[in-house]
């Protein structure tokens, strides 16, 4: 147990900061949802992103609407100042009219590929057939750009063991900085490279306010535990060492992998999600694999799936000691919000 606590290192999660073993490496799992804004941010040289833009350039002007090969689904392309890249005004996934429209954004900035997306309409295509009241909801392309643009102009590319001081938000591969808003969702995962059905997954919500806690979930919670072979090894209310209160229940059962192992969670602010107290998920397994970390670079052919696992990695007297030590650590950022 020693081993795996020795080497703990803080890393920025969302505006909060929690201690890992510095086993633990990012899964490539999670996202971020900030004002509407899809984001991903991963490190990548510049030839493969010029090479993989063009390759995105030329499958959206080979798209059409569906059905119609006489409806284009890309209608312009907006150049970036500042950064290599642009964005693509295209028609939705699968749509049937223009009128539903995805601004793509993907750059390329000192070192790091930056990839968002947002939801539009634009009522002005003429070929399409809309009822007035559709027409009447009005085009807002060039608003949904300018918010893209502004959260665009806050990120930037991070190392996962960079620990920012300016105030903002924190995800995989990222920064977006700035005060705290109503509109961040984010999902950010850990796992151990060497025993890949340990893991540790964040989920942060500013806009959702749940209308019970986690331990007033106790009787679906119970029957669950029920159907996969399951018990309690511990349940109650808890705080960090920093004083952040929170709920948590430490379970023992029957995981995906078809083993004997331990599902550990945690919710903090239930009642009170906002943006200054986001409604905080953290949730620990052991004894089921999410998938293995893959460091090679990208664009490398997929990992085979790995074999099955003849048991979890932790004891149960590991586990627990192990989401001891971690959730204790669990604090606000200084300047985060």
């Known amino acids: ?84 890249g642009g964005i693509f005004n295209r028609a939705d996934d699968n749509a049937l009219v223009n009128a539903g429209r995805t601004l793509e954004l993907h750059a390329w ?68 900085q700035g005060p705290a808003t109503d509109e961040e969702n984010l999902d950010m995962s850990y796992v151990f490279t060497d025993m890949p059905d340990v893991s540790i997954s964040i989920h942060n919500n500013s806009n959702l306010v749940s209308e019970n806690t986690l331990l007033d979930r106790g009787k679906d919670i119970d029957a669950n535990l029920r159907i996969a072979d399951g018990h309690t090894l511990r349940k109650g209310k808890r705080q960090s060492h920093d004083g952040l209160a929170f709920d948590e229940w430490l379970m023992e059962a029957n995981t995906d992998d078809h083993v004997k192992g331990h599902m550990f969670t945690l919710e903090a602010n239930s009642r009170i999600g906002s943006a200054k107290t986001p409604l905080l998920n953290i949730d620990f397994r052991n004894g089921d694999r999410i998938g293995t970390s893959d460091k090679r670079p990208p664009g490398s052919i997929p990992l085979d799936s790995p074999p099955p696992i003849a048991k979890a990695s932790l004891t149960e007297g590991e586990a627990v000691a192990l989401w001891d030590a971690i959730t204790d650590t669990l604090r606000p950022r200084p300047n985060g919000f």
């Open 1 to 84: 147990m020693q081993t795996l606590t020795h080497a703990m290192t803080p890393r920025c999660i969302g505006r909060y900061l929690i201690d890992l073993p510095a086993g633990m490496v990012p899964s490539g799992w999670g996202g971020l949802k900030a004002q509407g804004v899809n984001i991903e941010v991963a490190p990548l040289n510049e030839s493969l992103f010029r090479w993989r833009y063009e390759q995105r350039e030329a499958e959206l002007r080979a798209a059409h609407l569906d059905g119609q090969p006489d409806q284009p689904s890309l209608k312009e392309i907006v150049p970036l100042r500042g950064a290599m």
């Open 109 to 176: 900035r000192d070192g790091y590929a930056i990839k968002m997306w947002i939801k539009a309409r634009d009522v002005s295509y003429s070929a399409d057939n809309l009822d007035e009241q559709y027409k009447a909801i009005g085009t807002n392309v060039p608003q949904m750009q300018a918010l893209l643009l502004d959260v665009f102009a806050r990120i930037r590319g991070r190392a996962d063991n960079e620990m920012p001081s300016d105030q903002g938000l924190c995800f995989h591969g990222g920064f977006v």
